[in-house]
């Protein structure tokens, strides 16, 4: 039986491009994949995934009325593969386990869990509650005194941490670091790693 698949983790802890390679391997192999990406997020314009080591995809875009379910239903790939789907409303999560259950095809969801408010999203609350196996993938803290596993957002504008606002804006490193529970309650500015405009 195939599953859904939810595979978290903090800024740069390589989701992108891992989802990108899960598409290389099965196309390699002569199989078919369908790529979601939200609406949302067009730091790339708009339907593209791209990681931070250069490689860029198309996917499908997914907007609040977009049914998954049909699309793959339509389509039969050998797997959907989903980026950010923190931004994605709980029935499309919803949608994407019955991709799992009633066509029998994996669906793998990449993205974070927790907001720079230590809050869930909507679409990762949900993806933690219809997963069948859940995932973390790992990345350390961006203060560089720190070896520590990050395990949350620090948002940071004009060098001061943010704590409180509007749960989505979308940015990259330029505007959010992943760093561990100390750093994110005693955040030390000088030693967070040199900011940057490059996106995930």
Do not use: W
């Amino acid at each position: 039986m195939a599953k859904l698949y939810y595979r978290f983790g903090q800024m740069n802890a390589s989701k992108s491009i891992q989802l990108l390679t899960v598409a290389h391997n099965y196309e390699e192999q002569g199989k078919r994949v369908m790529l979601f990406t939200p609406s949302i997020d067009a730091r790339y314009g708009c339907g593209k995934i791209a990681s931070r080591v250069g490689i860029v995809r198309d996917a499908i875009v997914v907007e609040d009325s977009t049914d998954l379910f049909s699309l793959i239903e339509t389509q039969r790939p050998d797997c959907a593969l989903v980026d950010e789907v923190q931004f994605l409303r709980a029935h499309h999560v919803e949608q994407l386990a019955r991709v799992a259950d009633d066509l029998n095809i994996p669906a793998i969801m990449y993205g974070l869990l927790k907001d720079y408010r230590n809050q869930f999203f909507e679409g990762s609350e949900a993806a933690i509650l219809f997963a069948d196996q859940i995932e973390e993938i790992k990345t350390i803290c961006a203060d560089a005194t720190c070896n520590r596993k990050a395990t949350m957002i620090l948002k940071v504008k004009n060098g001061v941490p943010v704590y409180t606002g509007e749960q989505i804006e979308v940015g990259g490193n330029d505007m959010y670091k992943s760093v561990c529970r100390k750093h994110y309650l005693h955040p030390d500015m000088d030693n967070l790693s040199p900011l940057s405009t490059d996106l995930q």
